[in-house]
């Protein structure tokens, strides 16, 4: 079974666009899409969803109101500014937080008198908080040190994994919830449920559309791989940063092409970019031209080699090159 992760060093570059297209020139590929935090690949294989799973990953701290006694060391200990008070005004809306000014919370000289004011402005009565899900890190200091044991720490619902059918075959991707982590054990589980259906089904090829940069998501989604295909684009910043996950595809020992995108916008430093990656140990898989058309498949949901757009030669070539057909 052969894996092959298209990514890029940047944003942009069209990485999902070639990844559809290889997606359509493949013979009975598995479809994974591993760029969690801004999955688009949906946008062009119009996938059919089956199944849906939850992904959860760390741990978050919710405070139980019928057992908190409104001590405030929860409000005390708390250096992520989680913890909040909930004002008189704001009573039957616990994510509303009235007169609470982060500089004074965040200093600890001055906790303890933030506390008597609250209590003396609720009328001597302790005042009750809550926490913010957005702003906890799930560190749990203020589990540990709740005296009434009034702070649940469940496992936190970081988004969903689905698994789907689409007109090439089967394909697993993802959404990441906003301000969520633990994008790396995310595109984890999409690869891995996408090696257990091409096992399943007797499929040679695992086709991913990794995400960008040379981060967790991007080591998770390389790790393993038999071919890395690098979509760039001819700009200094493009140059930059092939550079950089060059190097990382080197440092794991996975074979990797390169393919500069609207290659016409600037020929020499398309050219200086292949002398570049071809220094650094990669073959060229290609060159893709500017072409309005690809544009125009991403409105139809079509990949660029199922229109008439001329680029569409050049997505053949490139899949020609790697040489997985």
């Known amino acids: 079974m052969k894996e092959l992760v298209v990514i890029s060093g940047k944003g942009g570059t069209g990485k999902t666009s070639v990844s559809a297209s ?95 004011e609250l209590q003396g402005a609720a009328g001597a009565e302790k005042p009750s908080f809550w926490i913010d899900p957005t702003a906890c ?19 936190r619902i970081c988004g969903e994994w689905m698994i789907s059918r689409t007109r090439f075959g089967p394909m697993v991707h993802a959404r990441l919830a906003a301000a969520a982590e633990n994008s790396g054990k995310l595109v984890s589980t999409v690869r891995k449920e996408a090696r257990r259906i091409a096992e399943e089904e007797g499929r040679d090829l695992i086709l991913v559309d990794g995400p960008p940069g040379i981060g967790c998501p991007v080591i998770a989604s390389v790790t393993g791989a038999s071919i890395v295909l690098v979509v760039t684009e001819p700009t200094v910043s493009g140059q930059h940063d092939l550079e950089r996950v060059l190097k990382l595809a080197k440092h794991f ?46 409105i139809q949901e079509k990949a660029v ?5 001329p680029s569409a030669e050049d997505f053949r070539g490139v899949w020609e090159r790697i040489g997985l057909s």
């Open 22 to 116: 290889l997606a359509a020139l493949a013979r009975r590929p598995v479809v994974a899409d591993c760029d969690v935090d801004a999955a688009d690949l949906h946008l062009v294989l119009a996938p059919t969803v089956l199944e849906r799973h939850e992904f959860r990953a760390g741990h978050e701290a919710v405070i139980r109101p019928e057992a908190c006694n409104g001590c405030g060391v929860c409000f005390s200990v708390c250096r992520f500014g989680a913890v909040l008070p909930v004002s008189e005004s704001s009573a039957g809306d616990e994510k509303q937080c009235r007169d609470c000014s982060y500089c004074v919370r965040s200093c600890s000289v001055r906790t303890n008198a933030v506390i008597s």
């Open 137 to 155: 890190e799930g560190c749990g200091v203020c589990v540990r040190f709740c005296p009434e044991r009034a702070i649940d720490f469940p496992e």
């Open 253 to 298: 020992q996975i074979p990797a092409f390169v393919c500069v995108n609207k290659w016409d916008v600037n020929p020499e430093m398309a050219e200086r970019i292949e002398r570049t990656s071809i220094l650094a140990g990669a073959a060229i898989a290609g060159r893709i031209r500017y072409d309005p058309g690809v544009t125009r498949a991403m």
């Open 305 to 309: 080699v199922e229109t008439e757009a």
